[in-house]
């Protein structure tokens, strides 16, 4: 087996939370990150104001499991669009990935379609999150 | 055995690079394994551990030193601690956001670490992360912890400089500040310098320059966001030490203490872990229960769990050796693996 087909599943949950383009509401992703946290995960967040590139970089040296994408300013298609296209050049569309914040649900079919594995919208539960994330984490098909 | 990771990583592949970091966090065999094979190519670039209270502004000086670096064209790696919480086993690390300013650099790689709860202690597991890094090709390995507790002392024991941020208004805490850190201190630096009281902290550190046993002149530096002067100064007495180092038959001997505490500490810890394994709970427990009730010495009782570990450890080697003369299959034994059998006469 090759690395990179090994799967350490039973390693430490690892987690990107970041914030694209410039909104800069962050208290909802800090709720969630320390919200993971405490259900056990290693959160690396990176504060607002990221590009796409910024994003998927952090994601490949940090070695995450999970990216979660929040964005409150309407901005979430082409921007998680960008960030999942960024993944893609860098080999790592394998990656679960959450979006989160202000996202319609008639937008989440079509962020599913570029990738984008779950949305949990404003007063989603982080223990619900932390679930999901449990659940289907591993390398996606 | 993980192949190709060690080529990957030799070559500078990131992904390679970021999935050898993961793994020896794991920690394991495969992790032992790829830290061995890395280590030759890892002997060389320089490990500077960065500590010092909270709030001394650490992530943001490790981010300009490090942009300091690569002015001077060296390739640099981060490994950034943050503490885990015990009760969760979760962690928020944080310290990139202080390092934006690298984010474009692709020479410039930035890992951030839980303090965890490693089997090995944290100071073995970012001194693995260390040699990852230095595989990789990166000239300079900057680490940053938080400088409290033994930890954090064991990890200055593990990195090649160690240099520890004050701030001012620590003026007269610093003859208060744990002694360890202040002692295991190569390079001091004064941070927020443009604040006042920078210097009442750099002259309370003048009684401290001299490092006891090495003849090294502990260097004080004053950095501040706002003057950059001091980074180069900062990045000169980091060379400086390295120099030292190298050269220095004092500091060569110390290095060789540390190398024997640390093997030492690596005996006991598989010792201990040994003794736990091999000790059955209900064992120990009957052996208490013999102790408390006075039909037995607490002596004896330690005696008895000594015999019972080298009983361990004789019959696991008595299997290797006939694992290898092909009379038995050799079998999976928790805690008594590889490296224990005393070559038995054929």
């Known amino acids: ?141 | 055995m993980i192949s190709g990771l060690e080529e990957g990583v030799r070559a500078g592949n990131l992904r390679a690079v970021a999935r050898a970091l993961t793994l020896v966090e794991t920690g394991g065999r495969d992790a032992e394994d790829l830290v061995a094979d890395l280590r030759p190519a890892a002997r060389r670039g320089h490990l500077i551990g960065v500590t010092g209270a909270p709030g001394a502004g650490k992530s943001s000086l490790i981010s300009k030193l490090a942009k300091e670096y690569r002015a001077r064209g060296k390739t640099v790696g981060i490994i950034a601690v943050d503490p885990t919480s015990p009760f969760s086993g979760g962690a928020v690390l944080g310290d990139r956001i202080r390092m934006q300013e690298l984010a474009s650099d692709p020479e410039v790689f930035v890992r951030s670490m839980g303090s965890r709860g490693f089997a090995g202690g944290l100071a073995a597991a970012v001194e693995d992360a260390a040699v990852v890094l230095k595989a990789a090709g990166k000239d300079i390995v900057l680490l940053e912890t938080v400088g409290v507790g033994q930890g954090e002392l064991d990890v200055a024991g593990k990195v090649q400089t160690t240099v520890v941020v004050l701030t001012p208004g620590m003026g007269d805490e610093i003859q208060s500040i744990k002694a360890g850190i202040m002692e295991v201190a190569d390079i001091y630096v004064v941070n927020k310098a443009d604040l006042s009281g920078a210097d009442a902290v750099a002259r309370s550190l003048h009684s401290l320059v001299d490092q006891p046993g090495t003849g090294w002149e502990r260097p004080i530096v004053l950095t501040s966001s706002v003057d950059r002067s001091g980074l180069g100064l900062l990045a000169d007495a980091c060379d400086a030490h390295l120099e030292f180092l190298r050269t220095s038959r004092e500091a060569d001997l110390a290095e060789l203490d540390r190398v024997q505490k640390s093997i030492v500490s690596l005996a006991e810890r598989k010792l201990n872990n040994d003794l736990g394994s091999v000790v059955s709970p209900h064992r120990l427990r009957m052996l208490a229960t013999n102790v408390r009730a006075g039909t037995m010495e607490p002596r004896e009782a330690a005696q008895e769990m000594i015999r019972l570990l080298v009983a361990a450890y004789n019959s696991a080697s008595q299997e290797e050796s006939e694992a290898r003369e092909g009379t038995r299959d050799l079998p999976e034994r928790a805690g008594l693996s590889n490296g224990m059998a005393v070559s038995q006469a054929k």
């Open chain 1, 1 to 141: 087996m090759t690395w990179e087909e090994s799967d350490m599943s039973e390693r430490m949950i690892r987690v990107l939370v970041a914030k694209p383009g410039l909104d800069g509401h962050d208290r909802g992703a800090k709720v969630v990150a320390r919200a993971l946290r405490d259900e056990g995960m290693e959160v690396v967040y990176t504060g607002i104001r990221q590009t796409p590139q910024m994003i998927a970089d952090a994601a490949l040296q940090e070695d995450v499991d999970v990216i979660g994408l929040s964005s409150l300013s309407g901005a979430h298609m082409s921007l998680f669009t960008r960030v999942m296209e960024e993944l893609k050049k860098r080999g790592m569309d394998d990656l679960l990935v959450i979006g989160g914040g202000i996202i319609p649900d008639e937008d989440q079919e079509e962020l599913a379609k570029v990738g984008v594995n779950a949305v949990f919208g404003p007063g989603s539960s982080t223990q619900d999150m932390a679930e999901y994330i449990r659940q289907h984490v591993g390398r996606q098909a």
